[in-house]
């Protein structure tokens, strides 16, 4: 069994609609562990060497959060900012993050046609994603496809649900099945069907 | 058999120290026990008390007027008026059928109007005592069942007042030369005078209890001896139901409207905890003499008789109440609850029974009669309980359904604030700006006065105390914060609630360290030192008008006290051992001098590299080496 560790990042998860129950959906499973960031860290002041030993047991990172800006909320930036330090994440001593696995689960506002060059956000949703890919390959991780729900605003409850219980599947094939190389090679981790 | 004070006081306490605890073993509330205790003492069983019973009763009766000066001091003049519609719906039309079919029955058998009246309106009425204690011992008081019921009983307290007025009415047509006088001393007033008296007390009580209670109160309170505030307490109960009963109405209903006024008021709390006692005791003498009031022999004489009427009554009553429940939507096992328990006849009937034989309307044994199916009525209540409880109930099997809550009656505070400094209203305003409502207890009582005044719920009492801590909601609220500035206060207060309430989570507030000390040793989880975030708040700004960048002394200030509380976790530990202790100290002393440099110069470079360029640099340098 694989290790999961899901980092988390919504300003406001009392009023979240799709982050909340995406995290609820997976909370308690065994072998996975969910870091609440703006809960454990309300003043921006974030243990480093504790996440760092959080890191280094895990196998598999996420990074669950709202798009905003074409970008995670602040939070996550600064836990990347602390957290992956010079000759610890990376540089010539970083190789505490080698070989494991990296992806962003996220929401957007807007649908997959809005993400894309002729809609309205002008670009493919992996392209806001790039700095997070390189991110991954300078700390020597694999970055795998992201995970989308797009277009809640106007999301049925019944499509989302859908969505959910397709990341719980996902969750749990990341943790029981340790060949991503198919994994690598989709468009979206939402294409993944066992 | 002795008459002496002390032997009938014996006899009483023994019985129901022996009878109730029995009652309750074997799954009968205290009530039954009461009841069985006063059977047992009673002149047909041991005679141990025999015609000083009816003396008793009205002494007892007292209890009745205790507990519902109590209930009014539950319910602020708001949350009786959200009661309004149930009062008039459920109330009303139980009073009304009830008397209706009752007066019926008796006309059609032939006994005439007068008399049918009098017994129909008597029967309607049901135990208040019996059904509030049963309601209560089983926590049932906020769920559908003990909110219809506590609107029943209310009502049919206000239809006492109507009762006896049209009682000497009906006599009067009756006889010409009918014993009025012994209504209440202001019968000899005409009509209007009477009606006029009746409101003024009414009025004066509303106003008494405003401008006079209130600021007595506050007096006896100034002078912190407690047992004077008891006697303030019962001298305010004492004096209202006095009042009532010079105009003729039910002190009852008397001390109920002087509760309720008193309801907003900052003593609520501190009354409630003073008068529980008197009340339990007083309800358990009333209980007593019920049982001991039953007349066996009459019983035994015309025993089918009775029976059959005790049974009639407590059927129809209840098929009334049932078909009241089914209309206003009461789930079925609530509807059994509601009318099973109010389906006897209530301690009134012993009053206006009597009063009607005064008045000539009914006749000596027709009132015996009566008087025995009251008292059979009232003793079968507890059984029909238990019996719909283990029998009824379980088979319906809805027992355990979670019962919605509902707007009438306004859950307590999760969070309960002692003391109301400046420290503590400045919490205590923070999580009302939040929308959250603590109950505040504060002992001192100019400033809950004041407070008050400024618009702040404040209740004055003792927090040291289990009973006021249990009124002021300790069982239902998840948190207690101690914003007390004492040591001795809060040492006590924590041991208090470590032993009654173990469920609260603790917030203590600590003068200094020596403080924090003490309560760590007690095992409080949260303690917060008054003075240590303003004074790293302070030296914050100070470094910032230095010339150090805000975030960066923002998060030295964080890490700061994070360092200074564990180094007090460790001194704890020590705290004992006097030379280990001022080792300690020293150390500590040394530890907080250097912490500041210690996280500039090596530790924060050393564990922190953020947006550091330099460290990068280095190393890159290095590697190249």
Request: glycine residues 6%; hydrophobic residues 45%.
């Amino acid at each position: 069994m694989k290790n999961i560790l899901v980092l988390m990042a919504h300003p406001k998860l009392e009023h979240s609609k799709v982050i909340a129950r995406l995290m609820a959906s997976i909370n308690g499973l065994e072998n996975i562990e969910i870091t609440d960031l703006y809960e454990r860290y309300p003043d921006f002041n974030i243990d480093v060497q504790h996440e760092q030993e959080m890191l280094i047991s895990a196998d598999i990172v996420i990074l669950m959060h709202p798009l905003y800006w074409y970008s995670a909320p602040p939070l996550m930036k600064q836990w990347i900012d602390l957290v992956l330090e010079y000759n610890w994440a990376y540089g010539h001593k970083g190789i505490y993050l080698k070989g494991k696995y990296l992806f962003n689960a996220i929401s957007t506002g807007g649908s997959i046609d809005a993400y894309s060059t002729k809609g309205h956000h002008g670009f493919p949703i992996k392209e806001f994603l790039l700095p997070f890919k390189q991110t991954a390959r300078l700390c020597n991780m694999v970055y795998l496809p992201p995970f989308h729900i797009a277009g809640t605003h106007n999301i049925t409850s019944k499509k989302l649900q859908q969505e959910i219980n397709d990341f719980k599947a996902l969750i749990l094939h990341l943790r029981d099945n340790p060949n991503y190389y198919k994994l690598e090679q989709l468009p979206f981790l939402n294409d993944f069907k066992q | 058999m002795e008459n002496g004070f002390l032997f009938q006081a014996i006899i009483y306490l023994s019985a129901a120290v022996i009878c109730v605890p029995l009652a309750k073993k074997v799954g009968m509330g205290s009530v039954l026990g009461y009841l069985l205790a006063g059977i047992v003492i009673g002149p047909y069983l041991m005679g141990f008390i025999g015609e000083e019973g009816e003396d008793i009763m009205h002494f007892a009766e007292f209890g009745v007027v205790m507990m519902l000066f109590l209930i009014g001091l539950e319910l602020e003049p708001s949350k009786l008026w959200k009661m309004r519609q149930m009062i008039t719906k459920v109330g009303l039309s139980q009073v009304l059928v009830t008397t209706l079919i009752f007066f019926g029955i008796l006309y059609l058998t032939g006994i005439g109007w007068r008399q049918s009246l009098a017994i129909s309106t008597s029967l309607a009425l049901s135990s208040t005592a019996i059904t509030l204690q049963s309601l209560k011992e089983k926590n049932q008081m906020n769920t559908a069942a003990g909110r219809n019921s506590f609107a029943v009983l209310l009502m049919q307290d206000i239809a006492v007042i109507p009762i006896l007025a049209i009682l000497p009415l009906i006599a009067l047509a009756a006889t010409s030369e009918a014993d009025v006088g012994h209504m209440s001393p202001i019968a000899q007033f005409p009509g209007w005078l009477q009606t006029l008296l009746v409101f003024g007390a009414v009025i004066l009580v509303v106003i008494l209890g405003r401008y006079v209670m209130v600021p007595m109160l506050r007096l006896v309170a100034k002078t912190r001896l407690r047992e004077l505030f008891v006697g303030g307490a019962l001298l305010v109960v004492l004096g209202i139901a006095f009042l009532m009963e010079m105009v003729g109405l039910s002190p009852a209903l008397g001390t109920f409207l002087g509760g309720v006024i008193l309801a907003n008021s900052q003593f609520k709390h501190e009354l409630e905890s003073d008068l529980e006692p008197f009340k339990g005791l007083l309800l358990g003498l009333f209980f007593i003499a019920v049982g001991a009031s039953i007349n066996f022999g009459l019983i035994s004489e015309n025993a089918l008789m009775v029976f059959a009427i005790t049974l009639s009554v407590l059927l129809i009553k209840s098929l009334v109440l049932f078909g009241i429940g089914k209309v206003n939507k009461i789930s079925l096992d609530q509807n059994l609850i509601f009318a099973l328990g109010l389906s006897q006849v209530g301690e009134f009937a012993f009053v206006t029974f009597s009063f009607a034989t005064e008045l000539h309307i009914l006749n000596e044994k027709t009132t015996e009669i009566l008087m025995a199916v009251t008292a059979l009525s009232m003793t079968f209540t507890p059984l029909l309980m238990l019996f719909n409880e283990r029998l009824l109930l379980a088979n319906i099997g809805t027992k355990n359904k979670e019962e919605k809550p509902h707007d009438e009656m306004e859950e307590s505070n999760k969070v309960i604030l002692a003391g109301f400094s400046h420290y503590g209203s400045t919490v205590g305003r923070f999580l009302r700006a939040n929308g959250i409502k603590a109950t505040i207890l504060d002992s001192d009582s100019d400033r809950v006065e004041l407070l008050r005044e400024m618009g702040f719920e404040v209740y004055y009492g003792d927090v040291t105390r289990a009973d006021l801590l249990e009124m002021a909601g300790a069982r239902e609220a998840s948190i207690l914060i101690s914003a007390i500035r004492d040591p001795d206060t809060n040492y006590r207060l924590i041991s208090m609630v470590q032993k009654h309430f173990p469920h609260l989570e603790l917030m203590v507030r600590a003068q200094n360290r020596m403080d924090a000390f003490e309560f760590m040793e007690m095992k409080v989880p949260h303690i917060y030192r008054q003075n240590l975030d303003s004074a790293v708040r302070m030296g914050k700004d100070v470094l910032i008008k230095l010339g150090f960048r805000a975030h960066t002394v923002h998060r030295l200030a964080q890490n700061f006290i994070k360092y200074d509380e564990e180094g007090l976790t460790e001194l704890a530990k020590v705290k004992d051992d006097k030379k280990a202790y001022i080792k300690t100290v020293k150390k500590a002393i040394e530890m907080q001098e250097n912490l500041l440099s210690f996280e500039l110069n090596r530790r924060f470079s050393l564990n922190d590299h953020a947006w550091d360029s330099e460290t990068i640099k280095d190393g890159e340098e290095k590697n190249k080496e």
